[in-house]
């Protein structure tokens, strides 16, 4: 079993920044892919920035230049460092990670991330 838990969502004024943190626990080896998704009121999930065990990152188009992923394979932690949010962030942020010894993905519960205008 490997649990997944997000942290570091709240309220924010446009132009602001955020640092989310996902560290996941359990019995596993270790992590090859971590990242985050985030899902809208009415949208589907979407990924925002993923990153591999040898900390090589991806990012969506729409966070390029504004959004930072990193890792901690010590701590088996993710970090997501969003700058110049937009109100159009606003979403729940899920982190997942995929365990070497499992065929699948584990998932967190989310935390909501507003931005206001």
């Known amino acids: 079993q490997v649990q997944l838990v997000e942290s570091g969502g709240g309220l924010v004024q446009a132009g602001g920044s955020l640092r989310l943190s996902c560290i996941a626990s359990g019995r596993f080896f270790s992590i090859e892919n971590m990242g985050w998704y985030r899902q809208a009121p009415g949208k589907q999930r979407e990924l925002v920035a993923v990153i591999s065990s040898d900390s090589t990152p991806n990012y969506a188009d729409f966070v390029k230049g504004r959004f930072t992923i990193s890792r901690d394979n010590a701590k088996n932690t993710v970090y997501l460092q969003m700058n110049s949010l937009k109100p159009e962030d606003t979403a729940v942020y899920y982190c997942?990670?995929?365990?070497?010894?499992?065929?699948?993905?584990?998932w967190g519960q989310g935390t909501q991330v507003t931005v206001s205008s």
């Open positions: 997942y990670g995929r365990p070497t010894d499992y065929s699948i993905p584990f």
